[in-house]
């Protein structure tokens, strides 16, 4: 069976600190791989996606970036993180090949606090 | 423009009665629907979908959600909550030929004792 596996679950971090969230999928080939980011316990908004490696599509600009350097991995990183970066982060795919009917399968969430 | 809108920010529900969440969608063209829910500090786990045929879809915990092409809703219901139904529950409509899900706000439903 396919899980996902997100970290670290929590991170604490200094403003001006640089930043890796880890996203890995296994029992599955050539996912589709999206970072979602979730503010005030409510609404997503999608960050990145990624068809295959090193293929990011950045649906909002930010401080943010993605990297997919394996097929079943997606990184999530910053240079220099700011206060507005402080969130819940959920990686989450979908199988191939891409469909409207194609459900995401979400990992457990990084909540990053920026102090 | 493409959009989701989940009209209630809180649905207070009491254990035992039926309960509805509701969600309404604008898209162009035949519309995939969702519904996810997502317990407090967990990622999100999908619920059931509406891709094409019976309007009624049936998924899991029970809950089940009624497509509505006239009125362009999807509303989630359930026969009887438990207090274990108690999540944040999201709704996501994705158009035909976009691959990109559109997401609701989030409605917090609370079932008390």
């Known amino acids: 069976s396919q899980t996902i596996h997100q970290w670290p679950a929590t991170l604490v971090q200094p403003v001006g600190s640089p930043l890796s969230l880890e996203c890995t999928v296994e029992g599955t080939s050539n996912p589709n791989l999206y970072w979602y980011r979730q503010a005030a316990g409510r609404g997503l908004q999608l960050l990145f996606y990624?068809?295959?490696?090193?293929?990011i599509s950045s649906e909002v600009p930010q401080n943010l970036s993605a990297s997919r350097p394996q097929d079943r991995q997606f990184i999530l990183s910053s240079k220099k993180l700011l206060l507005s970066d402080s969130g819940f982060y959920l990686c989450?795919?979908?199988?191939?090949?891409?469909?409207?009917?194609?459900?995401?399968?979400f990992g457990a969430g990084s909540r990053l606090t920026v102090l | 423009a493409q959009s989701v809108a989940q009209p209630e920010d809180q649905v207070n529900v009491a254990e035992g009665n039926p309960l509805t969440v509701k969600c309404t969608y604008s898209?162009?063209?035949?519309?995939?629907l969702f519904w996810y829910v997502q317990y407090p500090n967990r990622g999100l786990q999908f619920l059931l979908k509406y891709i094409t045929g019976d309007n009624l879809v049936k998924g899991s915990y029970g809950f089940e959600a009624e497509f509505n092409k006239s009125q362009t809703s999807f509303h989630l219901k359930k026969p009887s909550a438990l207090v274990s139904d108690s999540a944040l529950y999201f709704c996501?409509?994705?158009?035909?030929?976009?691959?990109?899900?559109?997401w609701g706000a989030g409605t917090k439903l609370i079932i008390k004792p």
């Open positions: 898209v162009s063209g035949n519309p995939y």
């Open positions: 996501a409509v994705r158009q035909g030929g976009n691959y990109q899900l559109i």
């Open positions: 989450a795919w979908t199988p191939r090949p891409l469909s409207g009917a194609n459900v995401l399968t």
């Open positions: 990624s068809v295959g490696i090193g293929q």
